[in-house]
């Protein structure tokens, strides 16, 4: 029997068959007064870590949550050619034009062969460092940045440093910097804006998930989700203690189990060790644990451990033989001039004697044919199994696809939208072509209560027949000062 898994590494979430769940969720959101359109959330998350263990943490009921794509402008994208400022050369003029224009990729391309030229005025190199964060080439803006950290610009290159810093996850080094701007500066905006952000991060926070999916093949989840999350000194030590519970039913047979989860996470020792402790309810009780380290500047990260395949496969079956993975895998990621690609290769070795192999190479592009939001993808994925077992997806033939798509995200301070689409093709084994979509978001109610929704649906060929998936979530988030 085939489970539900994330086929392709679009953004997905996982979450509840929205025809035979959402009606008993939709109250939950509108009696809080909250417009589903309007809710928002500016992550995403891997339906099924079975297939992709990239995030390097564990099943929270089946709900895993990454980062998605966030290089945006900000609202308040200072005017950098005011009337009083001198005039710039011509060519300095033609990057100013682009950069009014929005044309941040010619902006970071052609700002960055002007500046090996020779002194470049500092309004420019500052609409060019802004180009490049925008457009994802963190490393190379950090440089400018730093450097305009001592001129006129100091204010504003300070917030491009602080920005980096929290996309790169780095809340703790970045509310500083922040603060330090609005002490020169107290109605700074962006500065304002940041604090707003990494107070979400940094701050003591709960959140409630409801949900569940279903499948083509009968097969359905339901699943419950406490996580409370702190941090400790300096902000660099994150604590997180959890308790999930899940219920797979088949049309013959049921399935549940509950679930308690430690983790920590150190930011400031070498390798940035993540540990993950974690036992479910039931009969097989036993102690599931696992470890990440990063590498190469957070470029590279290895993870290893031993893993709870039962609830991984999202299969009454596989629940109840209480089957258990050994797990080892690498996330790499590279900046080229045409945009990031990411490769991940997993390998999990299964208590019933089978072994999994998966492995993805994606390319997300810095073309922005339709905006500065939106980025188109592409790559390739494969799966790979030594036998086919019925209780999980097991392709013995292998799997393999390519596919294209679009993703983008619109966000204020108190809202985010996100949406994927995109196409896949069959390369090999019993792949076929197919089809994947998602959208959702968060609203923050108050500022320190937020609900958010995930929606998630795909079709694709397994096992030589056609199969399709879907999924919804809802999280209500609390904030604790």
């Not at 001129?151 to 910097?177: E, F, M, S």
């Not at 991940?344 to 089978?354: A, E, G, H, L, Q």
């Amino acid at each position: 029997m085939k489970n539900q898994n994330q086929y392709f590494p679009s953004c997905i979430s996982e979450g509840v068959n929205p025809l035979s769940f959402a009606g008993r969720l939709l109250p939950l959101a509108l009696c809080m007064g909250v417009p589903l359109v309007g809710m928002a959330d500016d992550r995403i998350s891997s339906s099924n870590r079975a297939l992709d263990s990239s995030s390097g943490a564990a099943v929270l009921g089946g709900f895993t949550q990454f980062s998605l794509f966030k290089y945006i402008p900000p609202v308040s994208n200072p005017d950098l050619l005011d009337v009083d400022s001198p005039k710039l050369n011509p060519e300095e003029q033609i990057i100013a034009d682009e950069y009014k224009a929005a044309n941040y990729k010619a902006v970071a391309a052609a700002g960055l062969s002007l500046m090996d030229k020779g002194t470049v005025d500092d309004r420019v190199q500052l609409m060019v460092a802004n180009s490049l964060a925008w457009t994802g080439r963190l490393a190379e803006a950090s440089t400018i940045y730093e450097y305009l950290t001592n001129g006129k610009y100091a204010d504003t290159a300070n917030v491009g440093l602080a920005n980096i810093q929290r996309w790169n996850g780095r809340d703790d080094i970045a509310a500083p910097i922040y603060q330090a701007v609005l002490e020169r500066d107290p109605g700074n905006a962006d500065a304002l804006s940041g604090l707003v952000f990494t107070r979400r991060e940094l701050n003591p926070k709960t959140v409630l998930t409801l949900g569940g999916s279903s499948d083509s093949s009968d097969e359905e989840r339901r699943f419950v989700t406490i996580n409370h999350r702190w941090r400790g000194d300096n902000n660099t030590r994150i604590y997180e203690v959890e308790t999930s519970k899940v219920r797979d039913e088949l049309p013959a047979i049921k399935a549940e189990q509950q679930e308690l989860t430690l983790r920590y996470h150190d930011l400031n020792v070498p390798l940035k060790p993540k540990f993950e402790l974690s036992t479910p309810s039931g009969n097989n009780r036993t102690l599931f644990g696992s470890v990440s380290f990063s590498l190469n500047d957070d470029q590279t990260f290895l993870y290893l451990g031993r893993l709870n395949w039962g609830r991984m496969a999202i299969n009454p079956n596989a629940l109840t033989l209480g089957l258990t993975a050994f797990h080892v895998g690498a996330v790499a990621w590279n900046d080229f001039s045409f945009g990031r690609v990411t490769g991940r290769i997993n390998n999990y070795r299964i208590s019933d004697k089978n072994t999994i192999l998966t492995g993805s190479v994606n390319l997300d592009t810095l073309w922005r044919p339709l905006g500065n939001s939106i980025k188109p993808y592409l790559g390739m994925e494969f799966r790979d199994a030594q036998f086919n077992a019925p209780s999980y997806w097991s392709p013995e033939e292998g799997s393999g696809t390519a596919y294209v798509g679009l993703k983008g995200e619109w966000s204020a301070d108190d809202w985010s939208i996100y949406s994927s689409a995109q196409v896949s093709g069959r390369l090999f084994g019993d792949a076929g072509n197919g089809w994947s979509v998602s959208a959702g978001g968060r609203r923050w109610l108050t500022s320190d209560v937020a609900m958010s929704m995930n929606l998630w649906a795909m079709a694709s060929h397994r096992d030589n027949a056609a199969y399709r998936a879907r999924s919804l979530s809802v999280n209500l988030e609390k904030l604790w000062n």
